[in-house]
């Protein structure tokens, strides 16, 4: 259940904030958070990362869905699973279907956190599957290490 909750907090706070930036700065509108640094600048993608395959949506948003629920799937069927399986799903899962829902309501997926060091502009999904593939990739090799260690 922990790990749908997390599903579920990504989703909420993902969504909040897009409807926020949706509200309140223009499409392209910048606010200054941090000068040089870090804004919130209001884009909409099309695409998946830097805007590659944007002419792809009706794509983009049948392998987010399916993906998506691949994994919540995966969550609540791998009783065998190890845990920080579980954890990168649940974050990867969050985030898709956190953009999933503005590919669905809105054709594009609203971003919005701009770093001064890093071109694209992102959101709380995008963070959301970064984190969980960290964790998925951390998880293969510690899981990796653990088998060569029984021996």
Known sequence: MRYYCTVIAVLIADQ??????????????????IPGLFELTHVSNSGAAWGAFSE??????????IVSLALLIFIGCGKKLFGGYKWAFALIAGGGVGNLIDRVLFGAVTDMFSLSFFSPVFNIADISVCIGCFIMT???????NLRFTKR
């Open 16 to 33: 909040i904030l897009k409807y926020y930036i949706r509200a309140n700065l223009a499409l392209g509108d910048s606010l200054k958070i």
């Open 56 to 65: 792809s949506t009706l794509l983009l948003t049948a392998f987010s869905a």
């Open 138 to 144: 951390a998880s293969i090799c510690f899981e990796e």
